[in-house]
C-alpha cells in the first residue's frame, strides 16, 4: 500500500539528495579549477622566469642556473624539477633533482604552454608544464670558453651546448629552440583537493541524514491528525450518527475532509432516523386498526346482544379488515417500487378514460360527502404509462381529495394536453395545510391535521406511492394548497416516447 | 365513576366507550387532544384513557398540561408505542398506568377500575359499610346478606356514595361523577335517584345509610 508519509519523506530527500550532489560536485570543480589554474600560472610565470636564463651563445646554448642556483632543483625528491630539450630532442639540460629520472616531454601546441599531471621521480604527483622557447642570442659575453662537449649525461653548473660552429655568415649561431618542462610537486594541492572532497561529501550525507531525520519526525508529526481521524472514524457508533466528527485537531487540510464526512454522516443519520419512524409509525398504523379489530370483537362479545348488534359488530370488523388490507396493500407496493422491482409496461394510455373508470368506486363516498364534483376533461390525448401504475395513481389522487375535502365541499379533476404532456389536476377544497406542510404530503406515513384522526386507507401512503410511480413512468408530480383551502396535485405524464421525438413521424 | 377517552382511531374509541358504559361507567369520548384536554378540564373524571399520537394535542402534551394543573383524574396511556422509553416517559410525566395497543377490552376494565380503587384509596374490590357490601368488580351489592337489585345508575350512585362513605358528597359531585355528556342536566334528577336507591337499600324496616345533609348533599355512613 501506498504511503504518504514514506512517498513524501523518500521524495523530498532524493530531491535534496540530488541538489546536494550537484552542489557539492560544482563546489569541488569550481574549487579544483581554481587551484590548478594558480598552480598553473605559477608554473608558467616560473617557466618563463627559468626559460631567460637560457642563452644561445656563440658556441651553443647555455644555462646561467648555477648563478641561480635555484633551491628546489639542487636535492633529488625536488620540489622541482627542470628539463631541456634541443629541436632534434637532444637532452640539453636536467636538474639535479631528477637523479637518474626523466621528465616526459611536452610539446606546447602554438604559443599556449601545455600542462599536464605527472607522476614525479620521487613517485609523486607533479604539474608540469612545457613550453618551447628561442634563447635569446648573447655573444658578447662569451668569454668563458668552454671545450665543445655534448653533455649528455650528467649535467653540472658550467654545462654548455657543444660549440660545433654552425654559425652563419654573419658570425651568429642558428637559433636552436628548446623546449622545457617544468614540473612541481603538487601533492599537497592534491590531497586538499582530497580532503575538500571528503569534506563536500561528509557535509553532504549529514544534511541528508538530519533531513531525512527531521522530515521523518516532521510528516509523522503531521500525518498523527489522519490517525487521529481514521480512529474516530472507526470509533462511530451505527446506532448513534448523530454525533459529529471533532475539529480539536483543526488542521486545514482535513477541515474539507471532516466536513464531508459530517456531512455524509447527517444525511445518514436523517435516513436512519426516518426509517426507525417509519417502522414505528408502521407499526402505529398497524397497531391501532388491530387493537379496534379486537376492541369491537371483545365488546361484542362480553355479552348476550341481539342478532342486530352483532351485525353491527361484524360490519364494523370488516370494515376495518379492508382498510388494513389495503393499508397492507399500498405498504408492499411502495416497498417493491422502492426496492426496484416494479417494472413499467409503457403503452399508450387514455388519461380520461381511466380517470372515469378510477371514480366510479369513489362516486358514491363522493355523494355520501355531499361534494359537488366538476369535471373539466380536455381532449383525449394518449399519455406513454402502464394503464395499471397510472390507474393506482389516479385511483390514489382521486381518494385523497374526496377523502380531505371538506364537507359538501368540492372536488375538481381536469387534464390539459399539450406542449408534449397530458396534466392530471385534482383539487379539492378544505385544505388546512400551510405551504411548509405542502412539501411533506409525499412523505410516507405523513399525515396532516384532519388526515391524523383517522387510520387505514388514508394513513399517508397514497401520495408517497403516486409519486414514486409516476417518477418510474416519467413524470412528475406536484402539490400546492393556497390560502382558500384548495389542494392541488399535477401530475404530468408524457404523450409520446422520448425516443420518438428524435426519430420523428 | 367517570371516564374520559381520548383515543383518535374511531372504532377503537366506539367499542371502547361501549364496553365502559356497559361496564357501568358514565363515558365521555373524542379523538382530538384539544377537545380532550377541554374535556379533562371540565373536570369530574375519575379515569381519563388518552392516546398519544393524536390530532390537536398529542397525548404527553395533554398529559403535561393536566397535571401541571392538578388535574386529579388519573391517567391511563393507552398507546401503539410499545419502547421502554416511551413507557417511562409517560409514566414520568405523571400517567398512572401505561397500556399497549392492542389490548384485551377486560384488561382495560380490569385497570380502570383498579385505577379508580386508587384514586378513593380502597384497597379491595369489596367495599363494605356496616352491612352493606358492594362487589365493584361484579357490581353485586347485599344488604344484610340479601341480594339488593340495582339499576346501572343507581348502582353507579351507590358505589360512588359508598367509595366516599363517612363523607359529605354534593349533588354536583355526583353530578360530575355519574354523568356524562350525554345525559340531560336535570336538578332533581339526583334526589330522584337518592329516593329510589333509598328505598331499595331500606326495606324490611332495615335502617337508614343514606342520609341528607341540608344544603350541601348526602352522607353514606353506619346506621347509629
Known sequence: MRSLGRSLAFGTILGSAAVLLAGGAAIYLLVRAGLVRHLDRGLADKAVLISS?????????RTEFDDLNMRGFMEPGGPAYLQFWLDDDTELYRSRSLGKGRLEKIVPAGAVPGYRWVTLPSGRTGRAVGITFLPHVDLVDDND??????TDKRIDDDDAIPHDAHLDWLGRPPSHNVTMVLAWDASSTKQAMAVLGIVLACVGLAVIAVTAGSLWVVVRRSLRPLDRLAARIGGLDETDLSAKIGDDDALRELEPVRNRLNDLLGRLDGAFRRERSFSADVAHELRTPLAGLRSIIEVGLSRVRSGEEHRDTLEGSLQITCQMQSMVENLLSLARLEAGRVTAQKEPVFPNELIRECWKPLRETAEGRGLNVEWILGPEVPVIADSVLLGLVIRNILDNAVFHADHAGSVKIETVAGDGVVEIRVANSGSTLSPDEVEHVFERLWRGGKARSDTGIHCGLGLSLARGIVALLGGSVTARSDRGGIFEIVVSIADRMPEDEDAGE | ????????YAPLRKSIEKGLREAGFAVDATGDGNEGLWYAE??????????????????????????????????????????????VEGL?????DYLVKPVAFEELLARVRALIRRKYEVS???VRVGDLEIDTTAHMVRRAGKIVELTAREYALLEFLALRAGQVVTRTEIWDHIYDFEAEPNSNVIDVFVGYLRRKLQKRGLPPLIHTKRGSGYVLREPE
Do not use: F, H
Open chain 2, 124 to 126: 379491595s374490590p369489596a
Open chain 1, 145 to 150: 670558453p668552454v671545450e665543445p662537449e655534448r
Open chain 2, 92 to 96: 414520568n410525566l405523571g400517567a398512572d
Open chain 1, 53 to 61: 636564463a637560457v642563452e644561445q651563445g656563440s658556441r651553443g646554448v
Open chain 2, 1 to 8: 365513576m367517570k371516564i374520559l377517552v381520548v383515543e383518535d
Open chain 2, 42 to 87: 371540565s373536570g369530574g373524571y375519575d379515569v381519563i384513557v388518552l392516546d398519544l399520537m393524536l390530532p390537536g394535542a398529542d397525548g404527553l402534551t395533554t398529559l403535561r398540561k393536566l397535571r401541571n394543573q392538578d388535574n386529579p383524574a388519573y391517567i391511563l396511556i393507552l398507546t401503539a408505542r410499545d419502547t421502554l422509553e416511551d413507557r
